[in-house]
């Protein structure tokens, strides 16, 4: 058998060297006269040892990591094609901790086959799902992703089997999927991961979603950054349609499904739903009023289900092994798995599957490894630029929507970003107001003034001017954005700014003292 050698095209390897890699390994295949297959897999997630190549040797995969263009010729000399020894060796790629630790159920195939092998997909147990669903009653389909527990992971945790239901239930002679892949927050790369490493996995969720709720048509919005995912969804849509799993029958069943990639344009709140279904119909990305709600009146005024990528992605899971399996996992009302992407000044960075129910601490210091700088953590902004940010005495959160909601935090798409004691909070503050400001739809007024008048008020600050009465400000002016803000954007910028003045008040004296503290 000819030697199959595993290397990352995912984009986040690639950045990292993944194509750099796989010239130098075809050189030297080359050069020994050597016959091997590489393979472009996904990434597993293990960013810290990316590019991470593998080898299939008779007593499985060995890995070796991170793999530089000029580790190759050693690579070789050393026999890796079958599994020897190197400074780079890793072992089994799932026994390395940070892959072992994690409970793999959205993920579990990501990053280890080419994604575009529908045949590799079902192989690792693609498509059950789907065709358990084509088998049941669109309203018993719903009712598995009810009983679930499954809610929302684009940020605000909305029950998805809810969601589907209202659609199911609303008559109308088109309905739409919509899978929200605009992924825009700060730390987040769980979307474009599944959608580069494993693509068949989002479509079979969109696919489950259009039969439980009648739509015969999906749409993927995908942020324009991502060219590299736009890419490997479209052609996985193609190869879908060829083998049936989309078009007028999916899976040979009376159940017509097939849907369309989209791109963005680079707007933050064209990530918020009802701006998102205004960008899909070619108009500006502005915010609509709620009601009505997009499941009864969304894209083109049709019922429409809005979903994240991971929400569709984990549906397969659940509808091949059942409600319980899925609800069986983690804690108090967030069941399931989340996949936490780990960003920042850290060590160990990557995407980690879990249960509910780790704490912050444990998430930061024993996954993450704590900084890359090796200097104290200070602060962790957990859930994008809207999230609020964490010291160190709140690392006994545990990872739950409510727990964090307790302690005035979010979630959000459960990307985290580790800062150092060299952090300033004043600054990251301002940056969020700074941020809303550049990024407000202009629909309504204390997001759009609000946030410019914030960035003044936390610049008089930094300057030491009238410091009671400035912070004072902040906070009304926080108050008025989190309660009278029409979106999340507005209403949720509040959070960054106010964690920071709780948790880091000493960043917020006055500037000469601030100086004489440096
Ligand atoms: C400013 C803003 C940006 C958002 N960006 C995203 C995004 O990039 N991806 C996403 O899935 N949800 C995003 N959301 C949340 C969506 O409005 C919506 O709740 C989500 O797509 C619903 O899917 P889910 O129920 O599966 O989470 C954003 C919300 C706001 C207010
Ligand atoms: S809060 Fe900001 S982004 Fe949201 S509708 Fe109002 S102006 Fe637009």
């Not at 700074?434 to 609000?450: L, M, Q, V, Y």
């Amino acid at each position: 058998m000819i030697p199959r050698i595993y290397i990352p095209g995912d984009s986040g390897a690639l950045a990292l060297g993944a194509e750099k890699v796989a010239k130098a390994v075809r050189a030297e295949l080359a050069e020994r006269g050597i016959e091997a297959k590489i393979v472009r897999n996904g990434s597993r997630g293990a960013y810290f040892l990316e590019p991470m190549v593998e080898v299939a040797t008779a007593n499985g995969r060995v890995a070796y990591g991170p793999v530089k263009p000029s580790d190759v010729k050693s690579l070789f000399d050393s026999g890796f094609l079958t599994g020897g020894h190197h400074k780079r060796w890793l072992g089994a790629p799932d026994k390395i901790p940070f892959l072992a630790k994690q409970t793999r159920l959205t993920f579990a195939r990501c990053g280890i086959n080419d994604p575009l092998s529908l045949d590799g997909y079902k192989s690792l147990g693609g498509l059950k799902g789907l065709q358990n669903a084509v088998a049941m009653a669109p309203a018993e389909i719903v009712k598995q992703v009810t009983e679930s527990g499954l809610r929302g992971r684009g940020g605000a945790g909305f029950p998805t089997g809810i969601k589907w239901k209202t659609v199911l239930d609303t008559t109308s002679e088109r309905k739409y999927i919509v899978c929200n892949a605009d992924e825009g927050d700060s730390a987040t790369f769980a979307d474009r991961m599944i959608m580069e490493g494993d693509p068949f996995v989002l479509i079979e969720g969109m696919a489950i979603a259009g039969v439980a709720t009648g739509a015969t048509k999906g749409f993927v919005y995908i942020r324009s950054e991502y060219p590299h995912a736009v890419a490997v969804m479209n052609k996985a849509v193609e190869i879908a349609r060829k083998a049936g799993v989309l078009g007028v029958n999916v899976l040979g069943s009376p159940n017509a499904f097939d849907m369309e990639i989209r791109v963005g344009a680079g707007a933050y709140v064209c990530g918020e739903e009802t701006s998102l279904l205004n960008s899909l119909e070619g108009k500006r990305g502005v915010v609509r009023a709620k009601p009505p709600l997009p499941a009864i009146q969304g894209l083109f005024g049709k019922p429409t289900v809005i979903n994240n990528v991971i929400s569709l992605a984990s549906v397969p899971i659940i509808m091949d092994k059942g409600a319980t399996f899925y609800k069986d996992f983690g804690m108090g009302r967030s069941r399931g798995t989340i996949p936490i992407q780990i960003a920042g000044n850290v060590k160990q960075g990557g995407l980690f599957e879990t249960a509910f129910g780790l704490t912050l601490g444990e998430i930061v210091d024993d996954i993450g490894g704590g900084t890359a700088t090796g200097r104290a953590v200070k602060a962790v902004q957990v859930g994008g630029p809207l999230g609020a940010y964490f010291p160190r005495a709140l690392f006994d959160t545990p990872f739950d929507y409510e727990e964090f909601a307790k302690r005035d935090g979010l979630i959000g798409h459960a990307g985290i970003t580790v800062f150092d004691d060299t952090a300033d909070m004043l600054k990251q503050a301002r940056f969020a107001m700074e941020f809303c400001a550049i990024e407000s739809c202009g629909k309504c007024t204390p997001c759009r003034i609000g946030s410019t008048r914030g960035v003044e008020t936390i610049d008089r600050l930094a300057a030491g001017i009238e410091p009671e009465k400035n912070l004072a400000l902040v906070t009304d002016l926080c108050n008025t954005m989190k309660f009278g803000s029409l979106c999340a954007l507005g209403g949720f910028t509040p959070y960054p700014v106010m964690s920071s003045i709780t948790h880091f008040p000493e960043d917020f004296k006055p500037a000469p003292a601030r100086v004489a503290a440096e």
